[in-house]
């Protein structure tokens, strides 16, 4: 068993020991000096941020994350190379690692770039109502990846960013009011100056509606069964659309019913020609040909 046995010079680890203090030292001075050069800066780049008008939740992201981050990272970096150790290997591999995994997560990766489009381009808020995905709700949160809302069903959905970025997306709380549209038909026979007196009296008592711009009603189209008319009121809660646009509609129809005005169902009219004169004529013709 004597290989295992072995003996340490005092001396040797001595002189290890001090070749290696400088090293250590100058590792730490580095990674001190990133972290100092870190702390000094992030405060200027943040308001720096918020001077171009930036988004907090972005200014947190490119500040608290992507910065400190890369910081941190390329100051670990250079304080092991002053331990002698070769980091370009390293490097290396790390970008290597990074490409595979770029191809592996390239839905994700989208998605992050659509949330930092987002938080540049500030198409809403939290806060906001959107209809988006064919989705109408409150954007509740966002996220680098994804979007979160609360539908009126009281639903909480999650969308991802990159589908947002490439769809339509309509924004119902960015200019503070905004009119409600609602649909009512009218028989043709009824009078569209009557109608609208009927309509405008009862949207004045419905909760929500605001006085100025004031409501009006407009002939917007004249359909197959009835004249189609617009009942537009203008709101200043954007929270309350969707209810003012179902007790607009309620009152409307109360409304036509105690005006006496009719509003039709969907119908069609169907007219048939007397047919039997020219048929009866047609075969006394052929019955007195020759040859018949």
């Known amino acids: 068993m004597a290989w295992f046995s072995f003996s340490i010079d005092p001396e040797q680890l001595k002189a290890v020991a001090l070749a290696a203090v ?25 308001s720096a941020l918020r001077r171009a008008h930036f988004v907090d939740a972005l200014i947190k992201l490119m500040v608290d994350g992507v ?9 670990l970096v250079m304080a092991v190379s002053q331990l002698g150790v070769n980091v370009s290997a390293v490097l290396a591999g790390i970008g290597v690692v990074g490409i595979a995994v770029g191809f592996a997560a390239q839905e994700t990766v989208a998605n992050m770039i659509a949330g930092f489009l987002i938080f540049w381009d500030r198409p809403f808020t939290i806060g906001d109502f959107i209809t988006t995905q064919s989705l109408y ?12 809302i609360r ?30 549209n609602i649909p009512i038909g009218i028989a043709y026979k009824e009078k569209v100056a009557e109608a609208r007196q009927a309509l405008l009296e009862a949207v004045k008592t419905v909760d929500g ?13 004249m359909g197959d069964s009835s004249v189609n008319l617009l009942v537009r009121v203008w709101i200043d809660d954007i929270a ?4 003012i646009f179902f007790r607009v ?12 005005i009719e509003i039709p169902f969907p119908h069609l009219q169907l007219y048939v020609d007397d047919v039997r004169d020219p048929v009866w004529a047609r075969a006394a013709d052929l019955v007195g040909r020759p040859g018949s």
């Open 22 to 46: 400088p090293k250590i030292v100058a590792a730490v001075a580095v990674f001190f000096l990133f972290w100092l050069v870190l702390r000094i800066t992030q405060p200027a780049l943040r």
């Open 67 to 75: 910065y400190r981050g890369s910081m941190m990272f390329f100051g």
């Open 137 to 148: 709700g409150e954007v509740r949160e966002i996220t680098l990846r994804t979007t979160r």
């Open 151 to 180: 539908t009126n069903d009281n639903t909480y959905v999650v969308i991802p960013n990159k589908q947002i970025i490439g769809d339509t997306l309509i924004n119902h709380s960015m200019y503070g009011e905004t009119r409600v």
């Open 209 to 221: 509606v605001i006085e100025q711009p004031p409501p009006d009603v407009v002939a917007e189209s």
């Open 240 to 243: 309350q659309e969707r209810p």
């Open 249 to 260: 509609l309620e009152a409307s129809k109360v409304a036509l019913d105690q005006a006496g």
